[in-house]
């Protein structure tokens, strides 16, 4: 075999072995890795992380402290100021119950602990928002027994010693996690009533200090208390199901919403994410604080710590012009403007938006004064590598407020404005330090590696067919010479005729002289 030859036949093999391994071969094996990698196999690091989040997140909490309750009591628009960040640390863990090898599925009950780091803030600042009894009380009974009017006047006036306006004062501690005393020792109809309604309904959300004196407060009953059961796939069967709820609180199906669709559980718990998501693609998860699922819309691609990612956002909708988001309106008539979920039907009369009113109707914002939403502060937003479905930084942002409507027959409520008024927003923020991006960091290197050398090695290759056709060209293109050889019969004639000239002494009697050839 020629040299030409053979340096085709080796760049061919070359080029077919490079093509599998660093286009097939390689790609394929980083993706068998990623889908074994994971799952919530018991004792896989991811398990372990899944179980208990080896670090804490931080956590901030703003407040809306109200200047102007009097006025806002008269009818004037209410007046907020930011105070915060209280800042926290937030531990997330999870108690097991139980596994299931025939379903591929695992239960437990989610716990979040919160431990408060003070700064500049203490937590003994005075602060004043909307009283998250007496509204939710007046709200509640408004929505659902408007006759009672009278009565429900008569024991707020009882239970909370006639207030001026329908706002509490009082620190931070004490309105988020120490709790605010309510004096249930009434003797009146209409406040012990109420008394006993709310001792029923929410014993889980109050600390009793007697039979009728007990706190209230919005975090501190949930701080370090397991709740939220949930059921989930451990995509052992199916890497694409890894952390799917298929549970929530023993429901595979919610019934807060007012269709099938809306009642779907889809998505995780928020904690972990399958690998291999399509680019650009939505990413549901469940909500359990707003008993919904949502989906992550895809903004873009960008760079965190050197690895790709894509970011993402949430939002609520418009229920009032998007068809499929009026099944969250509270009632068929009574939808929220874009921007706004209303919770009554979830954990409260509450209402969720971004903070600040970021994103939703213009009308929230001009309702209250001493609101500015922005983009940078207030945009809920995810950085995920779809490619192993890891979430390497995060800003979820919330805000709660509470609606107000006027009440001609009750005294706190009588002229207070339309409107929402916010009162507090939180934040946990997520940036997956250079030692839990390493992982990722050093799988990114390896593939550009190997795709560098790969295509090293396709070009050398190619170079190296190149060459081999040239030599195969230039070869083709040269000029045969072969030599001319005398044949033995001529040689003998002339061997005879000089012999013959030599007897003859030398003189030769040819048939043709060289002078008569010179003739033709």
Same mark, same amino acid.
């Given at each position: 075999?020629?040299?030409?030859?053979?340096?085709?036949?080796?760049?061919?093999?070359?080029?077919?072995?490079?093509?599998?391994?660093?286009?097939?071969?390689?790609?394929?094996?980083?993706?068998?890795?990623?889908?074994?990698?994971?799952?919530?196999?018991?004792?896989?690091?991811?398990?372990?992380?899944?179980?208990?989040?080896?670090?804490?997140?931080?956590?901030?909490?703003? *407040?809306?402290?109200?200047?102007?309750?009097?006025?806002?009591?008269?009818?004037?628009?209410?007046?907020?100021?930011?105070?915060?960040?209280?800042?926290?640390?937030?531990?997330?863990?999870?108690?097991?119950?139980?596994?299931?090898?025939?379903?591929?599925?695992?239960?437990?009950?989610?716990?979040?602990?919160?431990?408060?780091?003070?700064?500049?803030?203490?937590?003994?600042?005075?602060?004043?928002?909307?009283?998250?009894?007496?509204?939710?009380?007046?709200?509640?009974?408004?929505?659902?027994?408007?006759?009672?009017?009278?009565?429900?006047?008569?024991?707020? /006036?009882?239970?909370?010693?006639?207030?001026?306006?329908?706002?509490?004062?009082?620190?931070?501690?004490?309105?988020?996690?120490?709790?605010?005393?309510?004096?249930?020792?009434?003797?009146?109809?209409?406040?012990?009533?109420?008394?006993?309604?709310?001792?029923?309904?929410?014993?889980?959300?109050?600390?009793?200090?007697?039979?009728?004196?007990?706190?209230?407060?919005?975090?501190?009953?949930?701080?370090?208390?397991?709740?939220?059961?949930?059921?989930?796939?451990?995509?052992?069967?199916?890497?694409?199901?890894?952390?799917?709820?298929?549970?929530?609180?023993?429901?595979?199906?919610?019934?807060?919403?007012?269709?099938?669709?809306?009642?779907?559980?889809?998505?995780?718990?928020? +904690?972990?994410?399958?690998?291999?998501?399509?680019?650009?693609?939505?990413?549901?998860?469940?909500?359990?604080?707003?008993?919904?699922?949502?989906?992550?819309?895809?903004?873009?691609?960008?760079?965190?710590?050197?690895?790709?990612?894509?970011?993402?956002?949430?939002?609520?909708?418009?229920?009032?012009? /998007?068809?499929?988001?009026?099944?969250? %309106?509270?009632?068929?008539?009574? %939808?929220?403007?874009?921007?706004?979920?209303?919770?009554?039907? %979830?954990?409260?009369?509450?209402?969720?938006?971004?903070?600040?009113?970021?994103?939703?109707?213009?009308?929230?914002?001009?309702?209250?004064?001493?609101?500015?939403?922005?983009?940078?502060?207030?945009?809920?937003?995810?950085?995920?590598? +779809?490619?192993?479905?890891?979430?390497?930084?995060?800003?979820?942002?919330?805000?709660?407020?509470?609606?107000?409507?006027?009440?001609?027959?009750?005294?706190?409520?009588?002229? *207070?404005?339309?409107?929402?008024?916010?009162?507090?927003?939180?934040?946990?923020?997520?940036?997956?330090?250079?030692?839990?991006?390493?992982?990722?960091?050093?799988?990114?290197?390896?593939?550009?590696?190997?795709?560098?050398?790969?295509?090293?090695?396709?070009?050398?290759?190619?170079?190296?067919?190149?060459?081999?056709?040239?030599?195969?060209?230039?070869?083709?293109?040269?000029?045969?010479?072969?030599?001319?050889?005398?044949?033995?019969?001529? /040689?003998?004639?002339?061997?005879?005729?000089?012999?013959?000239?030599?007897?003859?002494?030398?003189?030769?009697?040819?048939?043709?002289?060289?002078?008569?050839?010179?003739?033709?």
């Amino acid at each position: 075999m020629q040299f030409h030859a053979r340096l085709a036949l080796a760049s061919g093999i070359i080029l077919t072995c490079i093509t599998i391994f660093g286009w097939v071969a390689f790609p394929n094996l980083i993706k068998s890795k990623i889908k074994t990698g994971v799952t919530l196999k018991p004792g896989s690091q991811l398990r372990e992380m899944y179980m208990k989040i080896p670090f804490p997140i931080p956590f901030y909490i703003y *407040v809306f402290n109200i200047t102007n309750p009097n006025e806002i009591a008269r009818g004037q628009t209410p007046i907020v100021q930011e105070v915060g960040p209280y800042e926290f640390e937030e531990w997330r863990s999870k108690d097991f119950v139980s596994e299931n090898e025939d379903d591929d599925t695992m239960t437990f009950y989610s716990k979040e602990t919160f431990i408060f780091k003070p700064g500049t803030l203490n937590g003994n600042e005075v602060l004043t928002i909307p009283h998250p009894l007496i509204v939710a009380i007046l709200l509640t009974v408004m929505r659902d027994k408007p006759s009672a009017s009278n009565l429900i006047n008569k024991a707020m /006036n009882s239970i909370f010693r006639n207030p001026a306006h329908p706002f509490l004062t009082a620190t931070f501690r004490e309105i988020f996690f120490d709790g605010v005393i309510v004096n249930c020792s009434v003797t009146d109809f209409a406040g012990k009533a109420v008394c006993t309604q709310l001792k029923t309904e929410g014993a889980k959300d109050f600390q009793f200090i007697e039979e009728n004196v007990f706190k209230f407060s919005l975090l501190g009953t949930k701080n370090g208390t397991a709740s939220n059961k949930f059921k989930v796939k451990r995509g052992l069967k199916d890497y694409r199901q890894t952390g799917m709820v298929v549970e929530w609180n023993d429901l595979t199906e919610l019934t807060t919403w007012t269709t099938k669709e809306c009642n779907q559980i889809k998505g995780t718990e928020g +904690t972990v994410f399958p690998g291999l998501i399509p680019h650009g693609s939505d990413i549901p998860s469940f909500a359990a604080m707003l008993c919904r699922s949502m989906a992550a819309k895809y903004l873009g691609d960008s760079k965190y710590d050197g690895i790709p990612v894509s970011r993402y956002t949430l939002d609520f909708g418009d229920q009032s012009s /998007n068809e499929e988001d009026k099944c969250y %309106c509270p009632a068929p008539d009574e %939808c929220m403007k874009k921007g706004a979920l209303d919770l009554r039907k %979830c954990s409260g009369p509450v209402v969720a938006t971004m903070p600040h009113f970021y994103n939703s109707d213009p009308s929230y914002v001009n309702g209250v004064k001493g609101v500015n939403p922005d983009k940078a502060k207030h945009e809920l937003y995810l950085l995920f590598n +779809t490619f192993t479905g890891s979430p390497v930084a995060a800003r979820n942002r919330l805000q709660f407020s509470m609606p107000f409507v006027p009440m001609p027959k009750v005294d706190v409520m009588k002229n *207070v404005p339309n409107t929402l008024i916010p009162m507090f927003w939180v934040e946990e923020a997520l940036d997956l330090n250079k030692t839990l991006t390493k992982p990722l960091r050093t799988m990114y290197t390896t593939m550009k590696v190997v795709r560098i050398i790969s295509w090293i090695i396709l070009l050398g290759t190619i170079g190296g067919l190149g060459y081999a056709g040239f030599l195969y060209y230039k070869r083709s293109r040269e000029i045969q010479i072969t030599p001319v050889k005398k044949d033995k019969k001529d /040689n003998a004639i002339s061997t005879v005729m000089s012999k013959s000239a030599d007897d003859k002494g030398g003189v030769s009697n040819p048939a043709v002289s060289d002078n008569e050839i010179d003739k033709y």
